[in-house]
Nanobody, 123 residues
């Protein structure tokens, strides 16, 4: 069973930056991603990366502001978030998928989830 543990959330003012990390117990997965869920809203895909080739995918709302990366040596997934906006406020989740079936930003295509870390952006 793969275990994912997120860290790095917090509070920041609009325009600021935060970095999230996700420690994985193993990398026997095809892709990993970051999702977020705001109160009363569906969980949405933010960014994804394939562990083999390193291809990345981003939601339109975060393109140019967020960067996803993978440190294979440390089994760590990261999300660098810059130019944060109040609408980025949500619980952020790390996820991993055993295979590459389906879109990389669809939550139904992921098998393992972390417990989440809160990001709050004030205006």
């Amino acid at each position: 069973q793969l275990v994912l543990v997120e860290s790095g959330g917090g509070s920041v003012q609009a325009g600021g930056s935060l970095s999230l990390s996700c420690a994985a117990s193993s990398y026997a997965v095809t892709r990993m991603g970051w999702f977020r869920q705001a109160p009363g809203k569906e969980r949405e895909g933010v960014a994804a990366i394939y562990t083999g080739g390193g291809s990345t995918y981003y939601a339109d709302s975060v393109k140019g502001r967020f960067t996803i990366s993978l440190d294979n040596a440390k089994n760590t997934l990261a999300l660098q978030m810059n130019s944060l906006r109040p609408e980025d406020t949500a619980m952020y989740y790390c996820a991993a998928a055993r295979n590459a079936i389906g879109g990389p930003l669809l939550r139904t295509n992921y098998n393992y989830w972390g417990q989440g870390t809160q990001v709050t952006v004030s205006s």
